[in-house]
């Protein structure tokens, strides 16, 4: 067998393979589910993905035979290494056919992270941890939720192999209608709902840039001092904000007020994945028609931010909120819920999740090596 050779894309085509490997390694793995192709190659245009403005990626395949065999990413992040006061570079978009296509993919960007200065090579980040990160390392019969990474149970077997060790887990908590809420939660929030007296509203669709400005505020706020939070720069956040715009279901998109104040909020989102996993990436020519239909079929939701303003914490407004969103999205039909992700040792939110009924359901691990 031809050994494993590494180069770095360079050309339209390069990056057409690079974007579209995945779906040859998972074209038999049912629970993969293909990103649409049209925001996969705006992924990695830096006129259209503000992440560049900040940051450099290194893109690199790997082939065998003549085949591609593998790929990744080498990413210089300074927004990171300035709020953190680290020297690190991160590795994402991994994928590789097998343990000798994973190290020599490894060991090409560490080389270049060592060419950098850094001191350490972390991930996978997809970018960055305000995108999909980590590996997964349970939960394989699971399909992924919307904007959650998916991966083969032999990925952290190729990247401990290679010399990485885990730095942090990150926990996805799925919560299902049938479980329901215990009784004594339920009493807990009443009392809670006495003494904050909190207003629990649907964000408002007439004035969404509003109610956008208020997510940007709580979530730079609120994440401030978690572990390896970068806040979102004004571009990079008003490019999300283009995508929710498109998917936003308000009814499920809670805003927590205490007296007339912003206190915390719940984002919770379609499962979109339940329909893109019907339309193969694309768009054309039945892409379009296949999510119109399906679209009022979901029946899931995942909620990627829950978080309260600092004033607010240890106070059990989350579990109003975890309470709201339960409760509206199982009057729309929603039937299971998905909480991802939060710290491992971010204690608060693991309990009171726990205490309101959900249970751990994956686990995404972060590695690093040093350099």
Known sequence: MSAVTIRPVVSRRDLKRFIEYPFALYRHDPHWVA???????????????PFYQHARLELYLAEQGGEVVGRIAGIDDDNHNATHGDNLAFFGFFEAASQGAAQALLATVEGWAKELGRRALRGPANPSMNDGSGLQIDGFDLDPFIMMPYNPPSYPVYVEAAGYQKIKDLYAWFADEERGL?????????RIEQRLKPVIRPANLKQL???LAILKHVYNEA????????????????????????IIDPDIALIAEVEG???????????LNQVLKRMRGRLLPWGILTLLRRKRYINQIRLPILGLLPEFRRTGLELVLIREV????????YRRSECSWILEDNEAMNNGIKASGGYLAKTYRLYQKPL
């Open 35 to 49: 990103p649409l192709l049209i925001n996969e190659w705006a992924k990695f245009n830096p006129k259209k993905n």
């Open 182 to 190: 215990g009784e004594r939660l339920l009493r807990l929030v009443d």
């Open 209 to 211: 840039d509003r109610e």
């Open 223 to 246: 994440w401030e001092q978690n572990w390896g939070f970068v806040k979102y720069t004004d571009a990079e956040f008003d490019h999300l904000a283009a995508e929710l715009k498109l």
């Open 261 to 271: 104040k912003v206190a915390g909020l719940a984002l919770g989102l379609p499962d």
């Open 326 to 333: 339960y409760r509206r999205g199982t009057a729309k039909g």
